[in-house]
C-alpha cells in the first residue's frame, strides 16, 4: 500500500500521535504550575488533599480518633 492508498491512516498516526503528545505535555504542566505547588503546600499543611494524595494522613487520624 502506498502513500496514495494509505494516506488515511499516515493522517490517522501524525493526528493520533500529536494529540498524545500534547496531553502529556498538559500533564506534565500542571504537575509543574504554581497553582500545583501551592496546593501541594496546603496539602503539606494539613490543608484539604483536592486530589486524594494526603490519603494515609486522613487514614491516621482516623484511626487515632477510634
Known amino acids: 500500500m502506498g502513500?496514495?492508498?494509505?494516506?488515511?491512516l499516515l493522517l490517522l498516526a501524525v493526528v493520533s500521535g500529536s494529540t498524545k503528545l500534547?496531553?502529556?505535555?498538559?500533564?506534565?504542566?500542571?504537575r509543574r504550575?504554581?497553582?500545583?505547588?501551592i496546593?501541594?503546600?496546603r496539602d503539606e499543611r494539613g490543608g484539604v488533599a483536592i486530589n486524594g494524595?494526603?490519603?494515609h494522613?486522613?487514614?491516621?487520624k482516623i484511626a487515632?480518633?477510634?
Not at 3 to 8: A, Q, V
Not at 57 to 60: H, I, V
Open 22 to 30: 500534547i496531553i502529556l505535555w498538559l500533564f506534565r504542566w500542571e
Open 64 to 66: 487515632k480518633e477510634v
Open 53 to 55: 494524595m494526603q490519603v
Open 39 to 41: 496546593v501541594e503546600r
Open 57 to 60: 494522613t486522613f487514614m491516621a
Open 33 to 37: 504550575s504554581a497553582a500545583a505547588e
Open 3 to 8: 502513500l496514495r492508498l494509505g494516506w488515511p
